[in-house]
């Protein structure tokens, strides 16, 4: 004889219960599915000063392309409001027609000359034309006008 | 007497050099986290502190909410999405449980860390053993 499904039911309610219960509570322990939905948003200071002076606000490293360059291109701004370009860590090949030059993608010719290569090692600092949009100048070219060669690009991204 | 002048004013000098000479925190390394699986993005950036500490700091910091989740640093160039750092034995070093799935934060780096070894920044998830996203660190 069967046992009607009402009857199955209050017969084992309390142990499906006690088995059940705690496999939820694990599996909700382990897979935590709320945090789906749910951010934990932080915002601590830096714990040190960062007023007065220069600031970095984007950099890059560059990458060699038809020659090695390596090194960090990175844009401060000053407290006064005024952006320039720092390498730093830098070598490229040694080359006297070397041009430092501002970007806007791999192809796009649009570009902003900074002004000769000031030494093919070392650090060295660039002034940007006031009011360069970086939104859209965002690469850093190492350019060889006598041999028509990139010799490094730098990529920037928020500091 | 002149001899504790003399002390008096060398010590003077030296809390004024050393006052001088105490600067700002330098930035040491930083990268940009990578991570697809678990939409990790955002900076790292190691900082040598003016009195000598180590300190990582999170900008634009962003990734998916999870269980048990860690900041480590590992030892290793880079790691990928999903990574399980225990099966590949890779050396780890925790800083501490992530404060945040968004937005800046800090974490202390334990004094005598070699930077050379531990070169990347991991979100870890502890409980699964998977990479979250993973920041390789270069020179500053």
């Not at chain 1, 009402?6 to 599915?33: H, M, Y």
Request: a neutral charge; one cysteine or more; glycine letters at 10%.
């Amino acid at each position: 004889m069967t046992i009607p499904a009402s009857q199955w039911w209050l017969r084992w309610k309390w142990t499906l219960v006690a088995v059940c219960l705690p496999i939820l509570v694990a599996l909700w322990w382990a897979f935590r599915p709320e945090k789906l939905w749910i951010n934990e948003k932080v915002n601590e200071a830096a714990p040190f000063d960062t007023s007065g002076g220069p600031q970095p606000i984007l950099t890059g490293r560059f990458e060699g392309k038809a020659q090695q360059t390596s090194g960090r291109a990175t844009i401060y701004k000053t407290p006064g409001g005024e952006e320039y370009l720092r390498l730093s860590d830098f070598t490229a090949p040694n080359a006297p027609d070397a041009h430092v030059l501002l970007g806007r993608g791999e192809g796009d010719l649009d570009r902003i000359d900074l002004g000769p290569l000031k030494s093919n090692q070392g650090d060295q600092n660039y002034d940007l034309p006031q009011a360069t949009d970086l939104s859209k100048y965002n690469i850093v070219v190492i350019y060889s006008g006598q041999s028509h060669a990139v010799f490094g690009l730098a990529k920037f991204e928020p500091f | 007497m002149f001899r504790m002048i003399q002390i008096a004013g060398a010590l003077a000098m030296l809390t004024c050099v050393t006052g001088f000479g105490q600067e700002k925190a330098q930035p040491l390394e930083t990268g940009t986290f990578h991570g697809k699986v678990h939409n990790t993005s955002g900076r790292a950036t190691i900082y040598k502190e003016a009195d000598g500490r180590l300190l990582l700091r999170l900008t634009n910091f962003k990734t998916s909410n999870g269980p048990d989740v860690h900041v480590v640093l590992i030892a290793a160039k880079d790691a990928d999405d999903d990574a399980n750092f225990l099966k590949s034995s890779t050396e780890k070093l925790e800083l501490g449980a992530l404060k945040g799935n968004e937005g800046d934060q800090n974490y202390a780096i334990p004094a005598g860390t070699d930077l050379k070894k531990f070169q990347t920044v991991s979100i870890y998830c502890e409980r699964f053993n998977a990479n979250f996203g993973a920041a390789p660190l270069e020179k500053f």
